[in-house]
């Protein structure tokens, strides 16, 4: 079935370091693919998304690009900061039956220090 | 105004109890879901309904009850609880039945003891 693949956390960075979080995924057809951003004590939010092959999403200075070659969606930013401090989910649209459902991965811990 | 809400935030009791979480939305959305996320952060569906009709169905065991009174309500019940059912449960909506931008709640924290 549909899967998603991201690399293990806790990543821990000094303020201002570039950032990459690493995430491939398994999919029959063309998924949507996204990064949603969990913050200490809150539910998961949408960071960005992108839906088709070669397609960038960007929000709050982080970006990822859909690379349909290797299959994945890897998140980068290029200076972080301590409000980044988050748990990191990348998930993709798989079909559920009568609809599709957000396949997500298994989350990576983003710590950002001052 | 929260958009997902979900009650209670916190929850322990004992095993073979049974409990409910409460979900609304006052988004408009027509689909909601419950996910579940296991302490090591793995985020799973469970259940997702389309104004108040079930979608989709995980494998999720009979004592896992969702009940949407109305499309801003989707309400999780679960009996004789057990130690494994131990997970932060989110309640999420969207406007579209495809599901892809989900708004979440704040969690609701299980603890069986």
């Known amino acids: 079935g549909d899967s998603v693949t991201q690399m293990e956390g806790p990543v821990t960075l000094s303020e201002e370091a570039c950032l990459t979080i690493?995430?491939?995924?398994?999919?029959?057809?063309?998924?949507?693919l996204f990064w949603y951003v969990q913050y200490p004590g809150e539910g998961l939010q949408l960071l960005l998304k992108?839906?088709?092959?070669?397609d960038k999403g960007s929000n709050k200075g982080f970006e990822a690009t859909y690379r349909k070659e290797t299959t994945s969606f890897h998140l980068e930013k290029g200076s972080v900061q301590v409000s980044d401090s988050a748990v990191y989910f990348c998930?993709?649209?798989?079909?559920?039956?009568?609809?599709?459902?957000?396949?997500f991965g298994t989350g990576t811990l983003l710590a950002v220090q001052p | 105004d929260t958009a997902v809400s979900q009650t209670p935030k916190y929850l322990v009791t004992q095993m073979g109890n049974d409990k409910s979480i409460k979900c609304e939305q006052n988004?408009?959305?027509?689909?909601m879901y419950w996910y579940k996320q296991d302490s090591k952060k793995f985020l799973k569906i469970m259940f997702s309904?389309?104004?108040?009709?079930?979608?989709i169905n995980e494998t999720v065991p009979n004592r896992f009850s969702p009940k949407s009174p109305d499309k801003a309500h989707l309400n999780l019940h679960i009996n004789s609880l057990e130690l494994g059912d131990s997970a932060v449960y989110f309640c999420?909506?969207?406007?579209?039945?495809?599901?892809?931008?989900?708004?979440f709640g704040s969690g609701t924290q299980l603890s069986v003891l």
């Open positions: 988004l408009g959305h027509d689909t």
């Open positions: 309904y389309n104004n108040k009709e079930l979608i």
């Open positions: 992108a839906t088709k092959a070669d």
């Open positions: 998930a993709l649209s798989g079909y559920g039956g009568a609809t599709n459902k957000l396949i």
């Open positions: 690493n995430c491939t995924y398994t999919a029959t057809g063309y998924p949507s």
């Open positions: 999420a909506s969207s406007q579209e039945i495809t599901g892809e931008k989900l708004f």
